[in-house]
């Protein structure tokens, strides 16, 4: 009956008496209604729970009570899977929650681990971090997500493995490498992606690049 009713409507968990919200009722009601975390006991509130409640809603976050989640993997977890499925509005939730928690020296929540997976999986989610203190790695696995991320990434910290992630992933990319860093073989890795990158080549090897660009797409020849 109580799974019944909180699987119609999660808030029905307000009126489930304690002694008969089993893990089964509340991993229904939370997957209906993150935010009903909130109502949840602190001695109950599992991880498990915490990462079923931003797995539906990022705002859960705000309700979790880091104190009690006892390892930093498992903080890293609710974190991650709250980035995972939400992107922007999961980090945001995060950033949020870092900021709002008043035992963030002792509980950070923004660790490398959160941040990587975040960046494998929502390269664009870069434009809120603070780039100068994330891994080469991470800003790598960004741009190979999204490559538009790189004009976040400072010309100083990007690599040359940066600009072939990004071309070929998306030719037109070759627009945000630096002219000088624009050799041959990254051209070419961008015009077998897009022959309209040919247009970005430097005009010193574009003659010797068109070949390969018109033979892709005929109209590449309006760049030569």
């Known amino acids: 009956m109580c799974l019944l009713a909180v699987s119609s409507h999660g808030r029905a968990l307000c009126n489930v008496r ?7 009722v509340i991993q229904v009601a939370l997957r209906a209604d993150g935010t009903l975390i909130s109502l949840l006991p602190h001695r109950v509130q599992t991880t498990q729970f915490c990462c079923i409640a931003v797995e539906q809603t990022a705002c859960a976050l705000a309700y979790v009570q880091w104190n009690l989640i006892p390892t930093p993997e498992e903080r890293d977890r609710v974190c991650i899977t709250a980035v995972r499925y939400h992107g922007t509005s999961g980090m945001r939730s995060v950033l949020n929650a870092q900021r709002g928690n008043e035992l963030s020296s002792w509980y950070p929540l923004l660790s490398a681990a959160v941040q990587h997976s975040a960046l494998c999986h929502h390269g664009h989610v870069l434009s809120l971090l603070e780039v100068e203190h994330i891994a080469t790695a991470s800003l790598q696995a960004a741009v190979a997500s999204y490559p538009a991320a790189l004009v976040h990434i400072p010309e100083a910290m990007q690599t040359a493995d940066m600009y072939l992630r990004a ?13 000088m860093h624009r050799s041959e073989p990254l051209c070419m890795a961008a015009i077998k992606e897009d022959p309209h990158a040919l247009q970005y080549a430097p005009s010193e090897i574009r003659k010797r690049l068109a070949v390969a ?10 760049h030569v």
């Open 18 to 24: 304690n002694d008969l919200r089993t893990s089964a």
């Open 213 to 222: 660009a018109v033979s892709l797409c005929g109209q590449a020849l309006h």
């Open 167 to 179: 071309v070929s992933s998306c030719g037109r990319m070759l627009h945000l490498v630096p002219s």
